[in-house]
């Protein structure tokens, strides 16, 4: 079983549940100078992050380095492999000016892990795409499902654009050259849940930043949030399951949330420990682009994951609370 960027906030809790259930493990992380394998530093992150998920990986976890940008290193990553969780991708803190600094890699690592599972003989390929593939497109009403596509020639933040050309281009590849390779695809909405390590998701960087009080005010906007732990969980069930194969999986809660609602049930549960947290919004729609949301409110279908997979996503006040909780214990909040 291989997992791109296993160094990753998602990539960690994906390798967590494959371990937990008694897979062997193979995970990619980049090399950092000139090392032909994984840095020290690298590898040593990977398995913080793991055993800080409360999992003994014995001698069930491999390291090795691959990089989305370049073809050293993706066979050997490969040999042996029969289902790939391909998690790795590039995310900015800040959009960069110049697109293509994001969508190449983005679409180009794609392609060079699907070449190389095809190759070696993958079976199944699950990948983590996103909402921001299926809800920035121009349709009427504010429901959405798996059905609806983000078009790769709106005029979106490079980040949406990138996840959208990217899984554009791996449906396209597997249709024409993908030689029976199978294909399922995860979109999950904004990723919260606790943190394994430093290394956090934008997402949960921002609940970071409402704890510290580095915000007296939050942008209105509105946007589906879904658990690490639920996402990881729906990679592992689309794994395997035959009716998975060809499909596409909105991974997200029930009701689409906002930041000032984060920050009321922060500030509702974590008393003192919260008293920084912003208390009101304001209306920008520069800022709400930035972190890639809009004012409206999504209502966000995730039927399919459910009947399908048996899928079943967690409350999202606790997803909330178990994030602070996470950046609390590692020390990732400054008092």
Same mark, same amino acid.
């Given at each position: 079983?291989?997992?791109?960027g296993?160094?990753?906030y998602?990539? +960690?809790?994906?390798i967590?549940?494959l371990?937990?259930g008694?897979?062997?493990v193979?995970?990619?992380?980049?090399?950092?100078?000139?090392?032909t394998?994984?840095?020290?530093?690298a !590898?040593?992150?990977?398995?913080s992050?793991?055993?800080a998920s409360?999992?003994?990986p014995?001698?069930?976890l491999?390291i090795?380095?691959a990089?989305?940008?370049?073809?050293?290193g993706?066979?050997?990553a490969?040999?042996?492999?029969?289902?790939?969780? *391909?998690?790795?991708?590039?995310?900015?803190?800040?959009?960069?000016d110049?697109?293509?600094e994001?969508i190449?890699p983005?679409?180009?690592?794609?392609?060079?892990v699907?070449?190389? +599972?095809?190759?070696?003989?993958?079976?199944?390929?699950v990948m983590?795409s996103?909402? +921001?593939a299926?809800?920035?497109?121009h349709?009427?009403?504010?429901?959405?499902?798996?059905?609806?596509?983000t078009?790769?020639e709106?005029d979106?933040?490079?980040?949406?654009?990138?996840?959208?050309?990217?899984?554009?281009a791996?449906w396209?590849?597997?249709?024409?050259e993908?030689? &029976?390779?199978?294909?399922?695809?995860?979109?999950?909405?904004g990723i919260?849940?606790? !943190?394994? &390590?430093?290394r956090?998701? +934008?997402?949960?960087? *921002?609940v970071?930043?409402?704890?510290? &009080?580095?915000?007296s005010?939050?942008?209105?906007?509105?946007?589906?949030?879904v658990d690490v732990?639920?996402?990881?969980?729906?990679?592992?069930? !689309?794994m395997?399951?035959?009716?998975?194969?060809?499909?596409?999986?909105?991974?997200?809660?029930?009701?689409?949330?906002?930041?000032?609602w984060? !920050?009321?049930?922060?500030?509702? *549960?974590?008393?003192?420990?919260?008293?920084?947290?912003?208390?009101?919004?304001?209306?920008?729609e520069?800022?709400?682009?930035?972190?890639?949301?809009?004012?409206?409110?999504?209502v966000?279908?995730t039927?399919?994951?459910?009947?399908?997979?048996?899928w079943?996503?967690?409350d999202?006040?606790t997803?909330?609370?178990?994030?602070?909780?996470?950046?609390?214990?590692?020390?990732l909040?400054?008092?």
């Amino acid at each position: 079983m291989l997992v791109t960027g296993g160094s990753g906030y998602l990539g +960690a809790h994906v390798i967590s549940g494959l371990l937990r259930g008694g897979h062997r493990v193979r995970t990619t992380v980049r090399a950092h100078g000139p090392a032909t394998g994984p840095t020290t530093s690298a !590898a040593a992150s990977v398995r913080s992050a793991i055993a800080a998920s409360g999992v003994d990986p014995g001698g069930r976890l491999d390291i090795v380095t691959a990089d989305l940008t370049t073809d050293d290193g993706w066979d050997d990553a490969m040999a042996g492999c029969t289902r790939v969780h *391909h998690v790795a991708s590039p995310f900015p803190s800040v959009q960069p000016d110049d697109a293509d600094e994001l969508i190449v890699p983005a679409r180009d690592g794609t392609l060079r892990v699907l070449r190389a +599972a095809r190759d070696h003989g993958v079976r199944r390929v699950v990948m983590t795409s996103s909402f +921001a593939a299926v809800g920035y497109g121009h349709k009427d009403g504010d429901e959405y499902d798996e059905d609806d596509w983000t078009g790769p020639e709106d005029d979106n933040p490079p980040y949406i654009r990138s996840k959208t050309i990217a899984e554009l281009a791996a449906w396209d590849f597997v249709a024409k050259e993908g030689n &029976g390779l199978e294909l399922t695809v995860i979109n999950p909405t904004g990723i919260f849940g606790p !943190a394994l &390590g430093p290394r956090l998701s +934008a997402s949960t960087e *921002h609940v970071r930043t409402m704890l510290e &009080g580095a915000m007296s005010a939050v942008p209105r906007a509105h946007f589906g949030l879904v658990d690490v732990r639920d996402v990881a969980e729906l990679h592992l069930r !689309a794994m395997t399951h035959p009716a998975a194969a060809g499909q596409r999986f909105l991974a997200s809660g029930e009701r689409a949330v906002s930041f000032l609602w984060i !920050a009321r049930v922060l500030a509702e *549960h974590l008393g003192e420990r919260a008293a920084r947290v912003p208390t009101r919004e304001f209306d920008d729609e520069r800022a709400r682009r930035a972190v890639g949301v809009t004012e409206r409110v999504p209502v966000l279908r995730t039927e399919k994951a459910r009947s399908v997979l048996g899928w079943t996503p967690r409350d999202p006040v606790t997803t909330v609370l178990d994030t602070a909780e996470s950046l609390f214990r590692l020390g990732l909040v400054k008092g």
